[in-house]
């Protein structure tokens, strides 16, 4: 049986009626995110949300947000990132028991076939992420406990550099070759996902993939010169899945919103000319 795992990231959402860096309303896009996942063809075993839940890490966000995710009936499990507070985002979802009730968000969880492990990369306060010994020690445990069975690790700021410059920056500045040490001991490490980026990118990692997903709102502009200005688009926003079909995990990028389609390929059996 295929286990599916969306992974949203990077929703930023504000109080109703508040914008974004003065100018971007985040909750219709993930309004339009949370539909194009109802609509999928297979439903989701659980949805993982990769951290930037709110902008601010404020109450009435977190309100928001809850809102606007109430239409998923599947599992959705939530990560900090460097835009949310831990303590508040427990205080405003109490029926997340997996968040803990202090310190570190870090959770395992099983979604279908898969283990979910959620790292917590986050330093109060600052943009940028780490990985202390704890946290590390903490993940070491868990795969030495779920050893052959298939993992997905997920974190907020990647493990690699993007070569975006104001974002690398920002990005893992320390543990990330620890964390690979550790993924490339453990086979059964099928992804490691991540945030932060607001783009989709891919690299190799510890012998498995690392990869970040698309924000269903803004991307950060692409833009590889290490001198890059610090800016955002609106480019065509996204979700990732992975779908474990019983032998390996299969990673698409889906787009967020409505289209035109389906339309056959053929009719009554030949190429439609």
């Not at 508040?18 to 996942?37: F, W």
Request: proline share 8%.
């Amino acid at each position: 049986m295929t286990s599916l795992l969306v992974q949203l990231s990077d929703l930023h959402i504000r109080e109703p009626g508040r914008l974004a860096y003065g100018r971007l309303d985040t909750a219709p896009y993930l309004r339009r995110a949370v539909q194009s996942i109802l609509q999928l063809r297979q439903s989701p075993t659980a949805v993982v949300i990769t951290g930037d839940l709110s902008d601010f890490g404020r109450a009435p966000e977190y309100a928001h947000l809850d809102e606007l995710l109430a239409p998923l009936p599947m599992p959705v499990y939530l990560m900090p990132g460097n835009h949310d507070d831990r303590d508040q985002l427990r205080r405003s979802f109490p029926g997340h028991g997996y968040l803990g009730g202090e310190g570190f968000v870090q959770y395992a969880v099983q979604v279908g076939a898969l283990w979910l492990l959620a790292l917590d990369t986050c330093v109060p306060g600052h943009s940028h992420g780490t990985l202390c010994e704890q946290r590390l020690a903490w993940l070491e445990a868990q795969l030495d406990l779920h050893r052959g069975e298939p993992v997905v690790i997920a974190m907020h700021h990647p493990p690699f550099a993007t070569l975006i410059g104001h974002m690398d920056e920002i990005g893992l500045l320390q543990g990330a070759a620890a964390l690979e040490a550790l993924v490339a001991r453990h086979p059964n490490v099928e992804r490691v996902i991540c945030g932060h980026l607001h783009r989709a990118i891919d690299v190799r990692f510890g012998g498995s993939i690392a990869s970040t997903s698309p924000s269903p709102a803004h991307q950060v502009m692409l833009d590889l010169s290490p001198d890059a200005s610090s800016a955002w688009m609106l480019e065509p926003p996204g979700f990732r899945i992975h779908a474990w079909d019983g032998g390996r995990l299969v990673t698409h990028l889906a787009a967020s919103g409505s289209f035109e389609g389906p339309y056959p390929f053929h009719d009554q059996g030949m190429l439609i000319d």
